[in-house]
């Protein structure tokens, strides 16, 4: 047996509710009309107003006869009103769910710009609007997978390339095998490594399978300890690299590694990007937050490239940062690490004057 469509099923529905209602009024109409005719006639008679005692029966059969015919005439005129109603009724509410059904055949076939426009209905406009969110959302997913797949095919390409060349020349005999070409080599395969890395990370962030252990503890120390170890990696002629942050800042509550992992590819861009001047790590207290900003002297971001800052693989300058040991993911790893705390993250640069990053974890 065939299903029914949702228009079928609405339509067979509103006639039935209506068949049955006039049914109801019929049948009742029928058993108590004719008794109650008959007591109006008593009453009239009681009354003396006339006698109808020899043409009870023929009025009463009268009455029934001219009942049974409105009735019929009820039934037709109801039934084509109903049928009627009901059609309108049925095609509009089924409208936009055909509308989604075209859209949804269009998502499958690769079509992600379609959307289901506004219903006078509310509960059905609110669909709508949930399954255009829906859309958008699944657009900007593709968007963001084309992107990656283009962004880390151009990443992998130069040190595959590099290496590969190096094989080749090798395996031709055109060069000798020498300390600082294998320690080039191992470079590079590095690189691929912490590429490889990144990616992990950053798709457990995004997807949300990276673990995080809220618990409350004290900041200081692990500013204090971050500091002093890039400290140590600065040459004399590099940066100053201080630290501005109270002993007695309140605990925070948050992952302290995943915490860690943030200020270190912060600090580590800080390093990358300032030759001379200063770095300054400060941390402050504001309502039930603290700020940790990392404020450097270096390169900085021009105002256009501000908004893709924490978009992976990009960066400013691609054909020094390639060189720079980066991967392009950091920014973006670290962003959704705070957000995972339960905090944001923020940039404020000037070209040539430098950069801020700062982001804000709760308290205890």
Same mark, same amino acid.
């Given at each position: 047996m065939p299903k029914l469509s949702l228009g079928a099923r609405l339509f067979i529905s509103h006639l039935l509710v209506m068949m049955v209602g006039l049914g109801s009024f019929i049948i009742i109409a029928k058993v108590s009309s004719p008794r109650m005719f008959v007591l109006?006639?008593?009453?009239?008679?009681?009354?003396?107003?006339?006698?109808?005692?020899?043409?009870?029966?023929?009025?009463?059969?009268?009455?029934?006869?001219?009942?049974?015919?409105?009735?019929?005439?009820?039934v037709i005129a109801g039934a084509g009103a109903a049928?009627?109603?009901?059609?309108?009724?049925?095609?509009?509410?089924?409208?936009?769910?055909?509308?989604?059904?075209?859209?949804?055949?269009?998502?499958?076939?690769? $079509? +992600?710009?379609?959307? !289901?426009?506004?219903?006078?209905?509310? %509960?059905?406009?609110?669909?709508? @609007?949930?399954? =255009?969110?829906?859309?958008?959302?699944?657009?900007?997913?593709?968007?963001?997978?084309?992107?990656?797949?283009?962004?880390?095919?151009?990443e992998l390409r130069t040190p595959l390339t590099v290496v590969r060349g190096y094989l080749e020349e090798l395996a031709d005999s055109r060069i000798d095998g020498t300390p600082e070409l294998y320690l080039r080599l191992i470079g590079e395969t590095r690189r691929l490594e912490r590429l490889i890395h990144d990616l992990q990370e950053l798709s457990k962030a995004e997807a949300g399978y990276l673990s995080i252990d809220s618990q409350p503890f004290n900041l200081y120390p692990l500013l204090a300890s971050l500091v002093?170890?890039?400290?140590?990696?600065?040459?004399?002629?590099?940066?100053?690299?201080?630290?501005?942050?109270?002993? $007695? +800042?309140?605990?925070? !509550?948050?992952?302290?590694?995943?915490? %860690?992992?943030?200020?270190?590819? @912060?600090?580590? =861009?800080?390093?990358?990007?300032?030759?001379?001047?200063?770095i300054t790590v400060k941390a402050t207290k504001a309502n039930h937050q603290v700020w940790i900003a990392v404020t450097d002297t270096g390169v900085g971001i021009a105002a256009e490239d501000l908004p893709y800052v924490f978009e992976r693989f990009w960066r400013a300058d691609p054909s020094r940062a390639s060189h720079s040991g980066g991967t392009g993911i950091g920014l973006a790893i670290a962003r959704r690490l705070v957000e995972l705390q339960g905090g944001r993250i923020e940039v404020e640069s000037e070209l040539g004057k430098g950069s801020t990053f700062r982001f804000c974890l709760p308290t205890a």
């Open positions: 109006r006639l008593e009453q009239l008679e009681k009354r003396g107003l006339f006698t109808v005692r020899s043409a009870r029966t023929y009025l009463v059969e009268g009455f029934e006869t001219a009942w049974n015919r409105g009735a019929i005439l009820s049928a009627g109603v009901s059609y309108i009724s049925s095609k509009r509410i089924t409208q936009p769910v055909k509308q989604m059904k075209r859209v949804t055949q269009k998502f499958a076939a690769g $079509d +992600l710009d379609e959307r !289901v426009p506004e219903s006078a209905i509310p %509960e059905l406009n609110q669909l709508s @609007l949930s399954f =255009n969110s829906m859309a958008g959302s699944i657009r900007d997913v593709e968007q963001r997978r084309r992107e990656l797949i283009s962004d880390l095919t151009h002093e170890r890039f400290a140590d990696q600065l040459l004399e002629e590099g940066p100053d690299l201080n630290l501005d942050c109270p002993q $007695d +800042l309140p605990n925070v !509550v948050a992952d302290r590694d995943r915490t %860690e992992q943030i200020l270190v590819n @912060l600090l580590g =861009n800080a390093v990358r990007y300032t030759a001379t001047g200063s």
